[in-house]
């Protein structure tokens, strides 16, 4: 009796961790925010459009929180893959200490992580399909990241924040794609929430769970999983749902 309740306990523990640890993060979608769901009700307090920071950041190094882990944990560490509790091949990419156990720094071709990445052969490619494959760009900071010595390199600011200009196809989009589509693409998106285009993306922002999500509000799941944005990315998210969310 006891060996039965202990492996019952056992078995419900481990649903539980897979639930928390996949892209099927239900309450950033299910948890409606005050005032009824309209953009205004993400936060009526004044915009600042004059940040300025100054910035430690090189724009010529690639920064492995900013620039790397974001997208491995969308694209590789998800529920089936290589994340903590399914582990593929014993691999979980949700980190630089375990990352970096597949990189040779300065030795992109001789790097497991750049050789499935950008594998010819499906069956052998990473992400696999149906998954799409991660972008030239992805690559390309990838093999950047892996030649300058596939450092932990930190910095702390994002220099001049303009909240004025921000546009869906320069700022919004780019910034989905990079972060959310792994979790939230064709397929088996999470919580069965597609980000794939405008009325998409729109639809969650005027909701206000876009931005519940990445400022970390009470009762919001915090995205994106395994990483976070800086103040002024999110200043700059909420200056374009509260212009209305625009298709500029």
């Known amino acids: 009796m006891c ?6 306990v056992v078995v419900v523990a481990a649903f539980i961790l897979v639930d928390l640890a996949s892209c099927r993060h239900d309450p950033f979608f299910d ?5 009824g769901g309209d953009s205004s009700s993400v936060d009526t307090s004044q915009l600042d459009t004059t940040m300025n920071e100054m910035s430690d950041c090189d724009p010529d190094s690639v920064y492995f929180n900013r ?5 491995i944990i969308s694209s590789c560490a998800t529920s089936g893959c ?3 509790v399914t582990h593929e091949e014993g691999l979980r ?7 970096v156990r597949i990189v040779r720094a300065g030795k992109p071709e001789n790097s497991a992580l750049y050789e499935v990445i950008t594998e010819d052969r499906s069956s052998k490619r990473m992400p696999p399909p149906p ?3 991660l972008s ?15 450092q932990n390199l930190e910095c702390t600011s994002t220099g001049n924040c303009d909240t004025l200009n921000v546009s869906f196809g320069g700022f919004i989009m780019p910034l989905i794609n990079k972060y959310c589509v792994g979790c939230h693409g064709t397929i088996n ?39 976070h944005l800086d103040a002024c990315t999110i200043n700059r998210i909420r200056s374009w749902i509260k212009a209305g969310t625009p298709n500029n």
């Open 3 to 8: 060996r039965t309740i202990g492996t019952l």
């Open 136 to 150: 030239a760009d992805q690559i390309g900071i990838i093999r950047k990241w892996i030649e300058q010595g596939a």
């Open 67 to 71: 620039d790397i882990l974001p997208f």
């Open 31 to 35: 948890n409606p925010i005050p005032g």
């Open 93 to 99: 990419l949700v980190d630089y200490d375990r990352i």
């Open 189 to 227: 998106p999470g919580a069965g929430i597609q980000l794939m285009n405008y009325s998409q993306i729109q639809n969650v922002a005027v909701s206000g769970r876009l931005y519940g999500a990445v400022a970390g509000l009470p009762g919001y799941a915090a995205m994106p999983q395994g990483s």
């Open 82 to 84: 290589h994340d903590e």
């Open 131 to 133: 998954r799409a494959a």
